[in-house]
């Protein structure tokens, strides 16, 4: 499965702008970057998803680099609620057809927001 | 919809006791997801299904551990017997899967299952 890596935290301050960086060398040309974030006592929650463009939505926005091999989690304005572990995500297809595909979760970067 | 609900919220169990955790996914979904949480390793991906089928369980640790998914509204993990190392927080999600082209929906987690063997 392709890998990513992530810093392991970052810090930010409340309504500035946070980028979390994710690398993926070894992404295959039809991979999905998916990012969900996990708030402390919770599951994960899916954040955004792309393949080769710039994605934007209420929550965030995801700017992929032209390569591919990295991509920019972009939260506007961070607020304390906001603090979560974010985790980069490639979409695998799974071995036995198109029509399958597993999340592989990393260890993500712990992002904390100060007020 | 409810989102994805998970049962019991916790469970606390003596070694070697059965232990079955439940999901009911997102209606309409029809793949299902059972990930395992702890501090040394993360969130692993146990297993996951595919219109009720079991496609990949590389995951699943040990024989031990079992999943069933015997209809679309329902699944189950089953530890027999639990040992203390399997405590951990299980999730389940669910997410829909387009049989055509390359569009991925996102997933959706239930709030885990919080486990502890002692």
């Known amino acids: 499965d392709a890998k990513t890596t992530q810093p392991n935290s970052m810090e930010s301050n409340e309504e500035e702008p946070v980028h979390l960086p994710c690398n993926h060398s070894?992404?295959?040309?039809?991979?999905?970057i998916h990012w969900y974030r996990q708030l402390p006592s919770q599951g994960p929650e899916y954040v955004i998803h792309?393949?080769?463009s710039n994605v934007n939505n209420r929550m965030a926005s995801l700017a992929i680099a032209e390569d591919r091999k990295s991509s920019t989690l972009i939260l506007h304005r961070a607020t304390l609620r906001d603090a979560a572990v974010y985790y980069c995500?490639?979409?695998?297809?799974?071995?036995?057809?198109?029509?399958?595909?597993?999340?592989?979760f990393g260890k993500g970067t712990l992002l904390t927001v100060n007020p | 919809d409810a989102g994805v609900i998970q049962s019991p919220r916790h469970e606390v169990t003596e070694m070697g006791q059965e232990v079955t955790l439940r999901c009911k996914p997102i209606?309409?979904?029809?793949?299902l997801f059972w990930y395992r949480q702890t501090m040394m390793r993360g969130l692993e991906l146990l297993i996951y299904?595919?219109?009720?089928?079991?496609?990949?369980d590389s995951g699943m640790p040990e024989d031990r551990f079992s999943a069933k998914m015997p209809n679309a509204s329902f699944s189950t993990l089953k530890i027999q017997p639990s040992e203390p190392r399997d405590s951990a927080v299980y999730f389940c999600?669910?997410?829909?899967?387009?049989?055509?082209?390359?569009?991925?929906?996102?997933?959706?987690f239930g709030q885990g299952t919080r486990l502890t063997v002692v």
């Open positions: 999600a669910s997410s829909f899967r387009r049989l055509i082209g390359l569009l991925n929906t996102e997933a959706f």
């Open positions: 070894t992404i295959s040309g039809t991979d999905y």
């Open positions: 792309g393949l080769t």
């Open positions: 995500i490639l979409n695998t297809r799974g071995n036995s057809g198109g029509s399958n595909y597993k999340l592989t």
């Open positions: 209606s309409g979904h029809n793949s």
């Open positions: 299904f595919n219109n009720n089928v079991p496609i990949d």
